[in-house]
């Protein structure tokens, strides 16, 4: 009897020195450093710069990648055009993974042969930078078009996370506000073989390009049961309401079988490593804001589904709440993922790239026995392909 792996649990299927997920002792690295020192010590373009590359830049090499990513930073003219075509009521997650398509499609290094798409390892990191520099355009304004608003340009006097609330509310957010979101930036940066990481690295295997692999990767985050849970969490939070009503929501959600996003993970069974650096970092938006009643429904929540089922919630149980509170539509939550995880989607390509073994699982058959078509007539062809039954496994 085969072994069937299903959902690849437990699979390992390849190395990588990008990241390391470690669910004994609660711990992730990039690169070697721990997750939470990042957080706590570093803008999002030198985490950015540690997963393309291996290390943390110099202070050069920190102003030359802050230099490029001013540079693409506008939204490009055609980029916008495509997005305006898109109905208002298109997911925004549909919106970036357009507007990646658009972008690949543009590349002028993209044109040519099929033999020519994987691209060279610099083509690859060139083009790895400009797509971070260009999501955080697309994400402001897909929220900012649903909302009745004009675009709003780049500034060249901030960095990435500030230029990003910036392009998205018009106004220059309040340094914890800036804090709190590079915070989630770096946190949401790398998570080694996840689903949409995974999706990534399968269509780079073919000797696809970088675009067509991140637009593949987008797909597969929209899931609910990926990126998808920091929109769903905030979801959740409407329904319930308030603190007091989570026992009543979480009887009757129990009692129907549903999951309750933002909770469990396919890896960590006892606590996502990212969670207490993001519930931090909602918790000085909750005081910023003074909103005590986002701390009191998300304690109460975790408390009684975690005493009740054992399961822990994943970052994505702070995030929601936290973009929520910074002033994001519940429906950008996931594009902020995106805008994040581009650095290690792209970090992956390049890997896979560059000691590529083509990705293609076996599965055991358990449909119909073999069958005929009643009245065909075998040809040569066929007739030979039958004498040599083993080259049609
Ligand atoms: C950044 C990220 O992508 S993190 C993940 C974000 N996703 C979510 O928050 C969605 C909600 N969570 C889930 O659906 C799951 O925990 C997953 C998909 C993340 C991990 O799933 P798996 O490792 O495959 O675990 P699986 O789904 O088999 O769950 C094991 C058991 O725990 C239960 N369970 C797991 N998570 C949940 C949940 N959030 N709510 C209710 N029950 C849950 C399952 O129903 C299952 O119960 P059973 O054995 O009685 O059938
Ligand atoms: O690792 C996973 O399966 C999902 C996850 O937490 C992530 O991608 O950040």
């Known amino acids: 009897m085969t072994e069937i792996h299903k959902g690849l649990a437990g699979v390992v299927a390849d190395n990588t020195a990008i990241s390391k997920v470690n669910p004994d002792t609660n711990s992730l690295l990039y690169r070697g450093y721990p997750v939470q020192e990042l957080a706590a010590t570093q803008p999002f373009e030198a985490v950015a710069y540690l997963l393309w590359n291996g290390e943390l830049p110099t202070a050069e090499q920190l102003a030359e990648l802050r230099a490029e990513e001013r540079k693409h930073r506008a939204l490009a003219a055609n980029v916008k055009a495509a997005i305006d075509l898109l109905p208002l009521t298109a997911h925004p997650m549909d919106e970036v993974r357009t507007a990646v398509s658009v972008i690949g499609a543009s590349d002028v290094n993209g044109g040519g042969s ?11 990191l060139a083009r790895s930078v400009r797509l971070y520099a260009a999501l955080p355009a697309i994400v402001a304004y897909g929220q900012r078009r649903r909302r009745g608003e004009d675009l709003i340009e780049p500034r060249d006097d901030l960095d990435y996370s500030a230029n990003f609330l910036w392009m998205t509310f018009g106004e220059e957010s309040d340094p914890v506000v800036v804090e709190a979101f590079n915070r989630s930036m770096t946190l949401y940066a790398e998570h080694s073989f996840n689903a949409s990481t995974f999706t990534a ?52 959600a129990l009692a129907e079988k549903r999951k309750i996003m933002g909770f469990g993970h396919r890896v960590y069974k006892r606590g996502d490593s990212r969670v207490p650096t993001m519930k931090a970092a909602l918790d000085t ?27 822990y919630p994943n970052l994505d149980y702070p995030s929601g709440p936290a973009y929520n509170l910074i002033g994001f539509d519940t429906l950008t939550f996931t594009p902020l993922f995106i805008a994040s995880r581009v650095t290690g989607w792209t970090a992956h390509i390049m890997e896979q790239t560059a000691a590529n073994a083509l990705i293609r699982p076996l599965s055991a058959y358990n449909g119909v026995d073999e069958r005929h078509i009643e009245g065909y007539v075998p040809d040569a062809g066929a007739l030979a392909a039958a004498e040599r039954p083993e080259e049609q496994a």
Not at 114 to 124: C, S
Not at 205 to 229: C, E, F, R
Not at 234 to 252: Q, R, S, Y
Not at 297 to 307: K, N, Q
């Open 114 to 124: 099929v033999l020519d798409a994987a691209g060279t390892p610099e083509e690859n």
């Open 201 to 252: 690295r399968v269509i780079t295997s073919t000797l696809s390009d970088l675009y067509s692999a991140v637009v593949g990767a987008i797909g597969a985050l929209k899931g609910p049961l990926h990126g998808g849970a920091n929109e769903a969490v905030l979801h959740i939070f409407n329904d319930i309401g308030t603190a007091a009503n989570v026992v009543p929501w979480l009887d009757t």
């Open 285 to 311: 938006l909750v005081e910023h804001y003074d909103r005590p009643d986002v701390a009191e429904l998300y304690d109460a929540l975790e408390s009684e589904f975690v005493s009740r089922k054992g399961i």
